[in-house]
């Protein structure tokens, strides 16, 4: 395996085969799962918690799951009179 650079495999971007054909087969048959998933949310004879779940799968295309951050900071605390003559240093 070549270090350092990418050799061979499929180009940037480019869906791999079953991915094409999944896509393919939707098409073919006219169908929409994200259409689905909206339909099933906004249908008020279907049970409640099968909604909710639709409606918890449609909000990640609008709003991605947020990743928890590692923050390493250092702060330099001052008491409050060393604040007061830092300010009036200036």
């Given amino acids: 395996m070549a270090t350092g650079f990418k050799s061979g495999g499929r180009a940037k971007n480019t869906p791999n085969k ?3 054909e999944v896509q ?5 048959l006219n169908c929409n799962p994200i259409e689905g998933m909206a339909r ?11 909604r909710l779940n639709a409606y918890k799968e449609l909000a990640q295309y609008m709003f991605p ?14 008491s409050h009179e060393e604040a007061l003559s830092y ?4």
């Avoid at 300010?87 to 200036?90: A, R």
């Fill in 18 to 20: 079953k991915t094409t």
């Fill in 40 to 50: 099933i949310a906004e249908n008020i004879e279907i049970d409640i918690s099968i």
């Fill in 24 to 28: 393919q087969l939707l098409e073919s």
């Fill in 87 to 90: 300010l009036e240093s200036e």
């Fill in 65 to 78: 799951k947020r990743r928890a951050v590692d923050l390493n900071a250092s702060v330099n605390v001052l």
